[in-house]
């Protein structure tokens, strides 16, 4: 393989994604083409003449996309992310090879996650603007001590279990729920292992480091909502559709959620990582959340650390470098009949 021979197409690329990634390529010497539209029905056309192309969170690659990247002669999906619920697996079986980022920075995504815990509570972000104004009152800024509550970590992957261990150097009661759960590690680290149920009833702080399956779309509803304690804040880094947000508004509204910290939307796609200030927003339940004064909503900018962006890049080349000189791939990502018997 002559890696110069290989073309990557690259989607939804802002300019620090340009800088890293051909910071890094001259350790490779690929030849890479940015493109900063998403990939989607409408510009898969751009692919025809690539032999890989790199995406990202917020991009579509369905049935449709992976039909006429195939044609195309496409053989690499090579996603720049760790979460790849947005790539159609049984789509691509036998016919695209996908790879992805298992990990780029999960100390970055849990201090985040942590960051907006401690910003929520003790309105900092609100204060900032306050005395900016010369306006010193502390009125409406009351948190409370992490100190001596319960944090209910849902999935103890690589993020998960920093949180906890973040967590637990507050004083706080750290518990978890995880369908495959890490026992020797909690056991380690005196990490209560509860049922769901027991942790949406007993957290003070929820907080979502799962990724997005078909079996927890909305795990956060309505009913779910209903069982927790009255005040609960919710942070969710982990994927948008993982709430139901008609039902986290309506939370908020009875004040039955207390706060929440969300750096991921379930409509995230059209508007995160785009500048509309000088647009409407016209996505209703966006611009409803935006006006609670007791929710942070960012940008799905958890991961986006030096570190984060400069291990995505190295990762994805070194995941291209693999496919396209044949050796075994590291980091595939397997269709779902193959992860099952994995
Ligand atoms: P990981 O794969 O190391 O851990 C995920 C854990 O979740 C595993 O232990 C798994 O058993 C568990 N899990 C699976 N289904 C579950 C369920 N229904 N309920 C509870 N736990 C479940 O993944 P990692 O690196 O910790 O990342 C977690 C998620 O965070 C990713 O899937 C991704 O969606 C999201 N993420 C968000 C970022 C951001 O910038 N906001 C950046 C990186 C990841």
Known sequence: MNPADVR???????PYDKDSFERQNSQFGFSLTFFPNHLTPQTVSLCQDF????????????????????????????????????????ACADRLKIVRVPAYSPHGVAEYAVAMMLTLNRNTHR???????????????????????????????????IVCE?????GMK????????AKAWAQERGIELVDLEVAYEQADILTLHCPLTPQNIHMINRETIAMMKRGVMVINTGRGKLIRTEDLL????????????????????????ED???????????ARLLTFPNVLLTSHQAFFTQEAIANIAQTTLSN??????????TNEVLPPQKQAKA
């Open 8 to 14: 990557i197409a690259f989607f939804d690329t802002k």
């Open 51 to 90: 032999d890989a192309v790199c995406a990202f969170v917020n991009d579509t690659i369905n049935a449709e996309v992976v039909d006429k990247l195939a044609g195309y002669g496409v053989q690499l999906i090579a996603m720049r992310s760790s979460g790849y619920n947005n790539v159609d697996l049984k």
């Open 127 to 161: 204060a900032f603007y306050r005395t900016r104004d010369s306006n010193f009152s502390i009125n409406g800024f009351m948190g409370f001590d992490l100190y001596g509550k319960t944090a209910a970590i849902i999935g103890t992957g690589q993020i998960g279990r």
């Open 166 to 170: 973040i967590l637990q150097g507050f």
């Open 174 to 181: 750290v518990i978890a729920y995880d369908p495959f759960p």
């Open 250 to 273: 309506e939370g908020l509204r009875s004040g039955q959620i207390g706060s929440a910290g969300l750096d991921v939307y379930e409509e995230e796609t059209d508007y995160f990582f």
């Open 276 to 286: 509309y200030s000088n647009l409407i927003v016209k996505d209703d339940v966006l």
């Open 320 to 329: 291209v470098r693999e496919f396209f000189s044949g050796e075994k791939l």
